[in-house]
């Protein structure tokens, strides 16, 4: 065992500094030799009693604990993590099953942690080296397209290790701000079939800022100016694109109930429409639970609103726990899945049952399926056994800055090479047809 007076150290003392908790010594030397190999100082550690002080001590960037550690335990290590607010990356690893891995990464999540996708003992060394590739420098974006200076919207997200605090008003002013996009994916072709406007700024001291640090309480008015901003903008880069080979391209944007329910919205709406021919309408995400608030103003605008080709897409769908039903008079075109049903999917039975039940009720209301947050290969088959439209997530790309995404466009970029999926096939085989291809050969 690795005791707390003498603990094993790999890699050069310039790297990044990575603590690994497993009480299976072989483990955990290994675990090291691979965070050595990729620029990491990493420290090995039995007793969690050692692991945490040497956390408090020097805040690694990056935690790999394992779930069962005799008398202790990963939520046990977590909670302590969150009491010395760690800023850093955890990374579970655990002989046990998928479900449980992720169970235990979601509650990492609850208590403020930035979680790495877990992994599956046994494992090999590509596999810990593709989760290093979520830990970047300064200038890399995370999950949300957020840089390890900033707090993370959602699991995978890096954590700020600084207090910004930027006035909205003076980032409009100042023109601080612009609009990264993350590809969605049809999953039928796997072709672009449209992107996510998503918010940030580009701040001189502070560089890339996510939306975090940047927006403002909900219900709070500035958010109307803001959402105006947002909605302009979109629709300038739409187009820009127009002319690209792959378009017309749908653009989705994030708006507050509080602005949708605004009474000049739609006249804003109208007048900022582009007069193209060629213009596909806009996706305007709305979250769940705002709709069930107040579900006769919504139905009322989004009618509205469908007159200029804009349409309601209801965001995090599930994680306000309402059903369809509740739904049932709001004309909506799409439903975008909460990326935690989505998550493990694949292996998680209730997971993969709630999934088909969102996705039969939701053709049943006519509308399309959106799965948020995929992250693996596995999930993405079990997605499209189902039945769902389109995804977006980490499996295909990460949020990118304008010039990044319509260069994407202009080459026709694949954004998942098919070899991930089955064995290769022409192109012009289904995505769907692959899968299950794949899945027969197993």
Not at 58 to 70: E, F, M, S
Not at 152 to 171: C, F, M, T, V, Y
Not at 305 to 325: E, P, Q, R, T
Request: aromatic share 6%.
């Amino acid at each position: 065992m690795v005791s707390s007076s003498k603990v094993r150290t790999c890699g050069s003392n310039d790297g990044r500094v990575a603590c690994v908790l497993d009480d299976e010594v072989q483990i955990g030397a290994f675990v090291c030799e691979v965070l050595a190999a990729n620029g990491f100082v990493a420290r090995q550690f039995a007793d969690p009693v050692a692991f945490l002080a040497e956390v408090r001590a020097d805040t690694p960037q990056l935690a790999v604990v394992d779930l069962a550690l005799g008398r202790f335990d990963a939520v046990d290590v977590i909670r302590q993590l969150e009491a010395v607010r760690y800023k850093g990356r955890v990374l579970l690893i655990s002989g046990r099953e998928q479900s449980m891995l992720s169970e235990i990464k979601q509650i990492g999540e609850r208590h403020g942690l930035a979680m790495l996708t877990p992994l599956k003992k046994p494992f090999r060394a590509g596999d810990l080296k593709l989760r290093l590739s979520d830990i970047h420098t300064n200038d890399a974006p995370a999950e949300d397209g957020s840089t390890p200076t900033e707090m993370p919207q959602s699991s995978g997200g890096a954590q700020r290790n600084i207090d910004i605090d930027i006035d909205i008003e003076e980032a409009l002013e100042k023109q601080w701000l612009e609009l990264w996009y993350q590809p969605k994916i049809d999953l039928k072709s796997l072709a672009i079939c449209g992107a996510e406007a998503l918010l940030r700024a580009r701040h001189p001291k502070y560089g890339i800022v996510a939306p975090v640090d940047l927006l403002p309480p909900a219900g709070d008015p500035r958010y109307q100016p803001l959402s105006k901003f947002v909605i302009r903008r979109a629709l300038a880069d739409w187009q820009l694109l127009v002319d690209g080979p792959h378009l017309p391209i749908l653009l989705s944007v994030n708006v507050p109930v509080s602005v949708v329910l605004a009474p000049d919205f739609g006249t804003f709406v109208r007048g900022a429409l582009p007069g193209d021919p060629r213009f596909p309408g806009l996706l305007i995400e709305i979250t769940e639970d705002e709709v069930i608030q107040d579900r006769e103003w919504v139905h009322e605008v989004a009618t509205q609103l469908k007159l200029y080709n804009v349409s309601i897409s209801i965001d995090d769908f599930g994680s306000a726990y309402s059903s369809l039903a509740r739904l049932h008079d709001l004309p909506f075109t799409e439903l975008k899945l909460d990326r935690s049903f989505v998550a493990d999917c694949s292996s998680n039975r209730l997971k993969h049952g709630l999934c088909c039940t969102v996705v039969d009720l939701a053709r049943h209301f006519g509308a399309a399926i959106c799965a948020e947050g995929v992250e693996n290969p596995e999930d993405l088959r079990a997605l499209i056994d189902i039945g769902c439209d389109s995804a977006q997530g980490f499996l295909f790309a990460r949020p990118m800055p304008f010039d990044e995404f319509a260069d994407m466009l202009r080459r026709g970029e694949r954004v998942l090479p098919f070899g991930q999926l089955a064995p290769p096939v022409d192109r012009k085989t289904s995505l769907a047809r692959m899968a299950r291809e794949g899945q027969r050969k197993k």
